[in-house]
């Protein structure tokens, strides 16, 4: 057992909160740099770089194609390109921990459940997503999900499938990594946007009592999830940061943890060796996505503590307005909609 792990408590958790992932968010404060005072233009140069580097994204499209990547095309800023650089050749290497044949066996037990398994993804693991409030509240305002649950369920399907398909975490021709990878500046892009700036020095330049101030959006048209994200104001003492270390582990729960709690609950567990091998796998991508290895859970009974402690946590806290329903019944309701069986519709609720 993990000692960290053992000896989590209230007050480790509470600095986790405030913790996220430097390597990722010091590669995306090198990309965008200093943010203008109020609201940047609709043409401002970080708009244009965050642009940039989703365009780049597309070249990330194998495990191989991370080795010595450079960026391909025209007028892209030498800074923005050697940062990128820097962060792929950093963010691509496995643990010295990850075990290939526990790898390869999760990937095994997720392709034998087959549509069992994309079913327990979507109706056990990312409503779990929704119980932590500041975690539901950053996806509510990415987009306002409860009209574009459809596109969450594929964001979430093209990293998952990636990770568990053969080869996606340690052969060349897999994409797993490549994916973890995009998924993880993303998220330093979500922090970087609300806290207007590198979180790693958020402490110090938000005023003392950690309020980040809503700014005023332009009623001409209606914002970007970019421009939604940057005005929406934020309490660092209260919320943590967007996107914190907490929020990343308790997602890593719900991939790993739930989905196997789920085949419990169903009567198919797996044996405790099979169980470990997926968990284990999970916690590679949990790696290669920043998360700190003291908030990884190695056995089923870790991962029940560990999920109680935050989902208590959690619950605990008053939520005005509150988004989580909203964003429950919306993907009950879309994954009910894709059932194309009469009978089964029920089944996500």
Same mark, same amino acid.
């Given at each position: 057992m993990n000692p960290r792990l053992r000896a989590a408590n209230e007050a480790e958790l509470n600095a986790m909160q405030l913790d996220t992932d430097p390597l990722a968010d010091d590669t995306? %404060?090198?990309?965008?740099?200093?943010?203008?005072?109020?609201?940047? %233009?609709?043409? $401002? !140069?970080?708009?244009? *770089?965050?642009?940039?580097?989703?365009?780049?994204?597309?070249?990330?499209? !194998?495990?191989?194609?991370?080795?010595?990547?450079?960026? /391909?095309?025209?007028?892209?800023?030498? %800074?923005? $390109?050697?940062?990128?650089?820097?962060? &792929?050749?950093?963010?691509q290497v496995l643990p010295s921990w990850a075990d290939h044949r526990k790898i390869e066996r999760a990937e095994q037990l997720f392709m034998e459940h087959g549509a069992l398994s994309c079913i327990l993804l979507f109706c056990a693991s990312l409503p779990e997503c929704y119980v932590i409030p500041d975690l539901s509240s950053v996806l509510h305002t990415a987009g306002q999900l /409860?009209?574009?649950?459809?596109?969450?369920?594929? !964001?979430?399907?093209?990293?998952?499938?990636? &990770?568990?398909?053969?080869?996606?975490?340690?052969?060349?021709g897999g994409t797993g990594i490549a994916q973890v990878l995009k998924v993880r500046l993303i998220h330093a892009t979500i922090r970087n946007l609300i806290l207007r700036g590198n979180p790693q020095d958020a402490r110090h330049r938000i005023r003392g009592d950690g309020l980040l101030p809503a700014l005023p959006l332009a009623a001409a048209a209606p914002p970007t999830m970019h421009q939604a994200l940057y005005a929406r104001g934020w309490n660092l003492l209260?919320?943590? %940061?967007?996107?914190n270390q907490e929020e990343l582990a308790y997602t890593l729960l719900t991939f790993g943890y739930v989905f196997l709690r789920s085949m419990r609950r169903l009567g198919i567990g797996l044996p405790p060796a099979? /169980?470990? *091998?997926?968990?284990? *796998?999970?916690?590679?991508?949990?790696?290669v996505l920043g998360i700190d290895s003291a908030l990884m859970v190695h056995n089923m009974h870790q991962?029940? !503590?560990?999920? /109680?402690?935050?989902?208590?946590?959690?619950?605990?806290?008053?939520? $005005?307005?509150?988004?989580?329903?909203?964003l429950g019944t919306a993907l009950m309701q879309t994954m009910a909609h894709a059932i194309p069986w009469k009978l089964a519709k029920p089944f996500p609720r």
């Open positions: 995306i %404060a090198r990309i965008l740099g200093p943010w203008p005072a109020g609201m940047p %233009a609709p043409d $401002a !140069s970080q708009w244009q *770089a965050i642009g940039t580097v989703n365009r780049l994204f597309a070249q990330w499209n !194998s495990n191989a194609a991370l080795h010595q990547w450079r960026p /391909e095309g025209e007028g892209i800023a030498p %800074a923005l $390109a050697q940062a990128l650089q820097d962060y &792929v050749a950093a963010g /409860e009209q574009h649950t459809e596109h969450r369920i594929r !964001s979430t399907a093209a990293m998952i499938f990636p &990770v568990m398909l053969h080869g996606g975490l340690t052969q060349p209260e919320q943590g %940061a967007p996107c099979d /169980e470990e *091998a997926y968990l284990h *796998a999970w916690n590679v991508v949990g790696h991962g029940e !503590s560990l999920m /109680e402690q935050m989902q208590t946590r959690g619950r605990a806290r008053p939520v $005005a307005p509150d988004p989580r329903p909203a």
